[in-house]
């Protein structure tokens, strides 16, 4: 039995602390630095900030207390470096913003779901078919690097934070929220070139895997307290409808629940 | 060098639902049988406990229950002037791997193609007159009849204690049923699953239209049911968790929960997992198998004597080993010979998403809980103003609300940032969508042969696909997708959004594992692999089960026609064959 209920206390979580300033605060910080290059500063002092688990220095709303704060990077990481992990949890940041309810990629840790996938068989590509020739052929044949999502993230990274140096003199995690989103788009639409890989092959997994960060059961890591799932209505595995399913148009009213129970922060082991 | 094995009876490469209905039937004849099965063995405890399975990532993300492609994948091209290049992970489609097949894994949406489906060519022909089908393609009658495959249709209704409501006993219409299919012995055993509240908002709508909508018969359970081999199942919680799962609660119908219990007692049957069948092994005058050899789980390989070998394999897996080992006449393009890998066909579809202001509660469902129209199947409907050949059905499923993969968005919604964000928060709940499921014909370019570069683990050649949608069937759906439109804005939404499907095939987005083809069935040995029973025409202790056996496909999920085909053919070996070996139709 390779997965049960019991014994799953999180084994990667980090200490808790409450989220010390919520996405469009520090937004507003950094744009408002960001061409007078303090930014990276900012940026650092806010990281820092991040590993003082002392609920008084930051002072805490009742909305910041309730949701954990993602891991510390070189605690939590089991695959990404920290530069990796640095651009993964900006660029998910801007792909689902936290906002003013805190239900978006940072509060839900998508971050940690990925760096999870790809350090497992999935980032490993463990049952993909990878023997060659490779040939890049059509859209519609699929994916044909030679590269496993572990690698491609990788590589990708590297190339993207080589473009944000060359263009923007920082990398792509110290840049603003405005700067990340016109990035975002080029590597998407395909306009922005890397060096190594096709960077819109490289957005759409990043894409993929930031939604199933966000809605896969928080047990992976992701949907930390079931933010994505809060965010669109849906009750978790909740097993049997039968008493709801003719109740047309009502509300279903029950909690949240996950493979794990309904705390939302426990994690699977492996 | 193959260690040799005792010899057994009858063996079965694949054990999924042909397998098992194979095995049932035939260890009734005192016979000893012997499943071979590439996966593992599964059943619904452990495997599916509602405790673990109920796991978008791992099932449905992952691939947790489908074929491992890092050992056994096909290449893809569109056409013959493309380079075929390997299918590197999963997407268009899903076979299985492990004990019960896609039988595990299915919605449980169980069909009965038309009698006219059986019977394309001619009585296209006939209608419409011999111009009217494209050159090219390669459609061809069944060999077989929808009066004959009835009682076996009937068999599996009962096996799996399907739930509906008829439209059609024995010719007598039935009110809330669907009226356009064929006659039926009798009615479901289980009435209508409960329906959810977009099901009822499609009824209404098809209705205002004029449309004679349908509950979707269902192989999930309504209520309690112990069926004909005495084995009992549970009535259906709704849980949404279906389709690339298998059922935790003993109410979607598999090989496990209908006849598995039944059969694994046996003593003469006996079921060795793990092991891939690579060559079925013919006589030296190549007219007669004498056996199989398989690899087990440690590499090691075996050569498996059994007198009469029947390939239960996902689809495409059947033409493939039928290819590498040599039986019968590969099919080739260029001149139009040859028939195995010929006919290789698929399903079209195509969704119009609906937004609505209520609350729909989508992760309420389950797999076959929908319902449909069938005015523009099969022949239903007057083809000679539309110019093509096929159809479908339209229906609204609502399968479950799971929210990685099934949620819909407004189609003028953001892709992400914040304005995606909003999308969700605000149509998840309120959504719902409406499935267009097309059949595909067959053609002289759309086949499957033998890989000249790529291999699999045992260095054997890749299956090669070659196929794309031609206009016939580009138009069709279009023409589906249109009816289905009339019918979203018949429900009133706030907004709809129409997905057609257009442009070449594509093997990365899901569209359905309705694989067909490769092993035809027919009347001709020049044109089809197997005789009407299924029976190879040049190795006649050689049987081919499944959809690849269908020379093009319908408009319907293939199941129910793969099941009564398997019933078919047993009882065929079981009462002629096995009393007289040799071919069952002389030509």
């Known amino acids: 039995m390779p997965y049960r209920r019991s014994h799953m206390h999180g084994n990667l979580e980090g200490p808790e602390v409450p989220a010390p300033l919520r996405a469009p605060e520090r937004e507003a910080e950094q744009s408002a630095s960001a061409n007078d290059g303090s930014s990276v500063t900012r940026r650092s002092l806010l990281n820092a900030a991040l590993l003082i688990p002392a609920a008084g220095i930051l002072g805490c709303s009742p909305r910041a207390a309730s949701h954990s704060a993602i891991p510390d990077a070189n605690s939590a990481s089991t695959f990404f470096n920290p530069e990796e992990r640095a651009f993964v949890e900006a660029a998910t940041e801007r792909l689902i913003p936290d906002e003013e309810d805190g239900l978006g990629a940072r509060g839900a840790a998508v971050v940690v779901f990925i760096d999870r996938q790809l350090a497992g068989p999935y980032g490993r590509a463990d049952k993909w078919y990878m023997q060659g020739p490779w040939a890049n052929g059509i859209p519609g044949q699929g994916y044909q690097l030679k590269l496993t999502p572990g690698e491609l993230y990788q590589t990708a990274i590297r190339d993207v934070n080589a473009w944000c140096q060359k263009n923007h003199a920082h990398s792509f995690a110290t840049l603003s929220g405005a700067e990340q989103d016109e990035i975002l788009h080029g590597l998407e639409s395909g306009d922005i070139e890397l060096a190594d890989v096709p960077a819109k092959v490289f957005f759409t997994m990043l894409w993929k895997n930031t939604v199933e960060g966000f809605l896969a059961d928080p047990m992976y890591g992701g949907n930390r307290n079931f933010a994505g799932w809060k965010l669109v209505g849906f009750p978790g595995p909740r097993y049997n409808y039968v008493s709801e399913i003719e109740q047309y148009g009502k509300p279903y009213t029950l909690p949240t629940v996950g493979i794990l129970g309904r705390d939302g922060t426990r994690l699977r082991k492996g | ?587």
């Open chain 2, 1 to 587: 060098m193959a260690n040799p094995l005792k010899p057994v009876d009858i063996v079965l490469v694949g054990f999924g639902w042909t397998g098992s209905i194979l095995a049932e039937q035939l260890t009734g004849t005192g016979l000893n049988v012997l499943a071979l099965e590439r996966g593992k063995f599964r059943d619904t405890v452990p495997d599916f406990a509602t405790t673990q399975i109920q796991d978008e990532l791992r099932y449905a993300v992952r691939d947790g229950l489908f074929q491992d492609t890092a050992r056994d994948t096909l290449t893809f091209r569109n056409s013959e002037d493309q380079t075929a290049l390997p299918m590197r992970h999963l997407g268009s489609f899903l076979p299985a791997v492990g004990v019960g097949g896609a039988g595990v894994h299915w919605n449980g949406q169980l069909w009965r193609f038309l009698p006219e489906d059986f019977v394309i060519r001619s009585h296209t022909e006939q209608r419409y007159g011999k111009a009217f089908i494209p050159a090219d393609m390669t459609i061809q009658d069944w060999g077989i009849t929808y009066p004959e495959l009835e009682p076996h249709y009937d068999t599996f209704d009962y096996l799996c204690g399907i739930s509906g409501n008829a439209g059609n006993i024995q010719g007598q219409i039935q009110a809330g049923g669907n009226p356009f299919e064929g006659p039926r012995r009798r009615g479901y055993p289980l009435p209508p699953l409960k329906r959810s509240y977009p099901t009822m908002l499609f009824d209404k709508a098809a209705k205002d239209i004029g449309f004679k909508p349908f509950p979707c018969p269902a192989a999930n359970t309504s209520a309690p049911y112990k069926n004909p081999l005495d084995v009992q199942m549970g009535a259906c919680t709704y849980c949404g968790y279906c389709e690339w799962f298998g059922c935790g609660n003993y109410s979607k119908a598999s090989p496990q929960t209908t006849i598995l219990p039944v059969l694994l007692k046996r003593g003469n049957f006996s079921l060795r997992t793990g092991c891939d069948v690579t060559r079925i092994n013919l006589d030296s005058t190549g007219k007669q198998a004498t056996g199989v050899t398989y690899v087990d789980s440690q590499g090691r390989q075996f050569e498996q004597p059994a007198s009469l070998v029947i390939c239960c394999a996902f689809a495409q897996h059947n033409a493939l080993l039928l290819l590498l080992s040599k039986i019968g006449k590969p099919y080739d393009p260029k001149t139009n010979t040859g028939v195995v890998g010929r006919n290789y066909a698929y399903q079209i579809t195509s969704a119009v998403d609906v937004f609505l202001d209520e609350i729909m509660n989508p992760f309420m469902g389950a797999g076959a809980l929908g319902q449909a129209i069938d005015e523009f199947n099969g022949d239903n409907f007057d083809h000679g103003p539309q110019g093509f050949v096929g159809g479908g059905y339209i229906a609204l499923w609502t399968t479950g609300g799971r929210p990685i993969l099934q949620h819909q968005l407004p189609g003028d919604a953001p892709k992400w940032g914040a304005g995606w964000k909003k999308a969700m928060a605000d149509n998840y709940l309120k959504s719902a969508s409406i499935a267009t499921h097309g059949s595909v014909m067959s053609y002289r370019g759309s086949y499957l042969d033998l890989d000249p570069t790529y291999r699999d683990v045992y260095g054997d050649p890749l299956l090669r696909l070659t196929f794309d949608f031609h206009p016939n069937e580009i138009k069709m759906s279009g023409f589906l997708t249109d009816k289905a439109t009339l019918i979203a804005q018949a429900m009133k939404p706030r907004s709809l959004h129409a997905k057609p499907r257009v442009g070449h095939y594509s093997i990365v987005p899901y569209q359905t594992t309705h694989n067909t083809g490769g092993c035809a069935m027919g009347a001709d040995p020049k044109t089809s692999v197997v005789n009407k029973y299924l029976q190879s025409w040049d190795v006649h202790n050689v049987f081919v089960m499944g959809s690849s056996v269908f020379p093009q496909n319908a408009g319907y999920n293939p199941t129910g026609t793969v099941a009564a085909l398997a019933y078919w053919s047993a009882d065929a070996i079981k009462n002629r064959y096995l009393k007289s070996p040799g071919p069952l139709i002389q030509v």
